[in-house]
């Protein structure tokens, strides 16, 4: 069963289909035949019903014109949320091989080659 909140935005979505729908002077069997569906099933969609497929919803906003909107409902770019909980996992900057390279040079003696994190002057890391 759909939470009240989903309810709410199916039927604000079923709204703006049939006010997009009739803008275009689109009768429902006309969509349907375009969106390759019933007009039961446009009915359906205008009025907000869960159970219609979201491919459905998809061929109805191409025969609309209006498919690119669907790309942009979970814009990734526009989620604020998500973009916080990104940032804060990022990586701690780790050391580039020129900072290894003169952090080994600046030692006094010299470690073995074979010693772990000590890195070869010819770009090889052992």
Do not use: H, N, W, Y
């Amino acid at each position: 069963m759909s939470s009240p909140k989903s309810k709410t935005a199916l039927e604000r979505l079923g709204e703006d289909l049939r006010k997009a729908r009739l803008t275009r002077g689109v009768a429902v069997a006309d969509l349907a035949i375009r969106a390759g569906t019933s007009a039961s099933t446009v009915a359906r969609l205008e009025k907000g019903d869960p159970g219609v497929g979201i491919g459905t919803l998809a061929d109805v906003l191409v025969a609309l014109g209006l498919i690119d909107r669907l790309a942009d409902l979970v814009d990734i770019r526009k989620d604020d949320l998500g973009l916080a909980l990104t940032s804060e996992r990022l990586p701690q900057r780790g050391r580039s091989f020129a900072a290894k390279l003169r952090k080994q040079e600046r030692q006094e003696d010299k470690p073995q080659r074979d010693e772990p994190g000590t890195v070869d002057p010819d770009g090889v890391a052992f």
